[in-house]
Each structure stands twice: as C-alpha cells, then as structure tokens.
C-alpha cells in the first residue's frame, strides 16, 4: 500500500478528484493526509468528511520560507509518502524542500506549460490571442510551474470566452488527467529520460477535450 500525501490551499478540487479516483479504481495506495497551508481551505473539510487525516501548516505562523518548508517537510515526513501531490497549493517552495522530494513531488498547472506558468494563466492565454488552452501535470522543479511532463490536456480557446468560462473547461479535464498521473505515479510506471517522461504501459499522456 503506498501512501498519498495531498497539498491543497483552497477549494481542493483536484484533491476530490484524486481522492474519488483513489477509492473508485481501487489503487494499491491509500490517502494518509491532506495538508494545507491555509486552515480556511474548503477541501479540508472535503477530506474530513472523507475519513482522510487533515493537518494545517500555517504559513502565516513561520517567519521564513525555509522555517515553513522545514515544518512542512516534518509533517509530510511522518506520514511516511510515497508520492506528494501538489493540488492548487499556492506556495512556492525552496529548493531543499522540491530536491527532498525529487521523483515523487507532482504539480498540476492550468496551462500548456511551459507556456503562461505563474497566476492568471487564462486571461494570458485569452490575451495572447491563444487557440487552445490546457492543463499539465508535472514533476516539480525548483522553477514555479516547471519540470517534466507527465501528462497534459488540451482544450480550445473559443471566441468571446471569459476567463472563468475556459478556467472551467480546464478544470474538468484536470479532474481527469491529474487521478490519471497521480496513479501512474503510485504503480511505478513513470519513466523519466533526459526531461522526458514516459508512461511505461502506453497509456495516453495527452487528452484532447472533444472540441479541440
Ligand atoms: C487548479 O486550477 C490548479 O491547476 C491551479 O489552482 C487550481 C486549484 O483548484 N494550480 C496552480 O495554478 C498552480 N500554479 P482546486 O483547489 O479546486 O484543485
């Protein structure tokens, strides 16, 4: 059984996913924590009600970077991960912290990375005059929304959309690819060569949204 520690900041939609993935699909993994940074974070009680063990690690409470990764690294340590999940969790994080975790730290990002990394990725993209849109999930780099591709899903940008209209587009196909990458990660089944990941059963690594 190999433990899942989920990071969320908010709402934890993506954490829902994951969990419902977890379950459904039986994997051989279990949940063993969702941690947040904020103790008003939504998906806390999502997690709660779920039977999932919670842990808030306020950054607000830490006078440095490094003393709230070092807190956090302490907590996620004790619950002995397999694999550490990034789920709109809005923190950037030191390098000791990304290095510590390396090959088992997974960040899903609301764009084609690696374009429009950073916040407000739809209206850049909108902006930008963009025909397709998407999500990424990676592997975590010490550079903000930056690392190896494990999985990525593409949507179209359609004329007059709003922000929010293609945030959501997005959003529903992350509920689908990141389940997707977090299990290849549980079954081991994620190769990485020279910054190139491959999934090692032939399982798709980009979802096309029906309109794209
Ligand atoms: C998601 O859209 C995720 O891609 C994004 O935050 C949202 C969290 O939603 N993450 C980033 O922008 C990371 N740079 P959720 O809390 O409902 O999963």
């Not at 494990?150 to 359609?158: F, K, R, S």
């Not at 089944?189 to 910054?195: A, E, F, V, Y």
Request: with cysteine; net charge negative.
């Amino acid at each position: 059984m190999k433990n899942i520690v989920i990071l969320i900041s908010g709402r934890g939609s993506n954490m829902e996913a994951i969990v419902r993935a977890c379950r459904d699909e039986a994997w051989p993994a279990r949940i063993a924590a969702v941690v947040s940074n904020r103790p008003d974070a939504a998906g806390l009680q999502f997690a709660a009600d779920h039977g999932i063990a919670t842990a808030v690690v306020d950054h607000r409470q830490h006078a440095s970077r490094e003393a709230f990764d070092a807190e956090l690294a302490r907590v996620i340590d004790g619950l002995a991960p397999d694999v550490v999940v990034l789920a709109g969790f809005m923190r950037i994080l030191t390098p000791g912290f990304v290095q510590h975790y390396a090959g088992r730290l997974l960040n899903v990002h609301p764009s084609l990375l690696p374009a429009f990394p950073g916040l407000h990725t739809h209206q850049r993209a909108i902006e930008a005059g963009c025909k397709v849109a998407g999500a990424t999930v990676h592997h975590v780099t010490p550079e903000l929304d930056h690392g190896p591709i494990v999985i990525q899903a593409a949507v179209p940008v359609l004329p007059g959309d709003t922000p929010q209209q293609l945030a959501e587009r997005v959003l529903a196909l992350e509920h689908q690819i990141y389940p997707r990458a977090v299990r290849w990660a549980v079954e081991g089944t994620l190769r990485l060569h020279g910054g190139v990941v491959t999934q090692t059963e032939g399982e798709p690594q980009l979802v096309m949204a029906p309109q794209a």
